[in-house]
């Protein structure tokens, strides 16, 4: 029974570059979140797939950031042309989502940005 | 944005001491959940309380919500040193997606 796995645990990079991160949620699952995390703050929303079909975005995520989930299974969360103010943690959280009050996420690791 | 306030931001005990974390949020919640988060990891479900429950028991874990106030508590019993963490509420407006609070650092000595 594996929970959700992110890849890679760690990246840096220097300020204009493209990142991709990717998320495999637990098996099954029909949800899958992404958030960002800054130091000393809870976790921020940044948006949803509900199988393949992405149903929601913050207005966190700029034109830079694009997500896909093909096929509903994994997913991957690109920043294009990265800024310092990008460097941050990004998790994944998995869920399945039947209606109803009482949906539990499960998150994964996360993905550490640096970027300098 | 931050959907409210926890309450302290931080809290040192003794082993054995009772541990006590508030929660404000600001709009109507389907649910509230509370996480667990160890320095630089992911973060750990450890509750989660409907918004027509008043109060649950899990283990050493005691959640309270008051709708009509807009707050709910995390009382830890008996803490232990591996408590130490941070603690995060997070409501659940109905549409899925989870909004944090600040969190509550919580230290335990042994």
């Known amino acids: 029974d594996t929970g959700v796995s992110q890849n890679p645990r760690h990246k840096i990079t220097k300020r204009g570059q493209n990142v991709t991160f990717r998320c495999d949620p637990i098996?099954?699952?029909?949800?899958l979140y992404w958030y960002r995390q800054t130091l000393g703050q809870g976790p921020e929303f940044l948006t949803y797939?509900?199988?393949?079909?992405?149903?929601?975005k913050s207005r966190l995520l700029s034109d830079r950031f694009s997500a896909e989930r093909p096929k509903g299974s994994f997913s991957t969360l690109e920043i294009q042309r990265t800024e310092q103010g990008d460097s941050a943690m990004y998790l994944c959280?998995?869920?399945?989502?039947?209606?109803?009050?009482?949906?539990?996420?499960?998150f994964g690791p996360g993905t550490r940005l640096l970027v300098l | 944005s931050q959907q409210g306030e926890e309450d302290p931001q931080a809290l040192s005990i003794q082993e054995g001491e009772n541990a006590t974390m508030n929660c404000s949020y600001k709009?109507?919640?389907?649910?509230l959940q509370w996480y667990r988060q160890n320095s630089g990891r992911g973060l750990v479900h450890l509750i989660l309380i409907r918004s027509n429950e008043r109060e649950k028991h899990s283990g050493r874990l005691r959640v309270t919500l008051d709708t009509s106030k807009k707050s709910s508590s995390l009382l830890i019993t008996a803490s232990r040193a591996a408590d130490t963490a941070s603690y995060f509420c997070a409501t659940d407006a109905g549409y899925g997606k989870l909004t944090f609070g600040q969190g509550t650092i919580l230290t335990v000595h042994p």
């Open positions: 709009t109507s919640i389907n649910n």
């Open positions: 959280a998995s869920s399945v989502f039947r209606g109803g009050p009482k949906e539990t996420q499960y």
């Open positions: 098996s099954e699952h029909n949800r």
């Open positions: 797939f509900q199988n393949e079909a992405q149903l929601e």
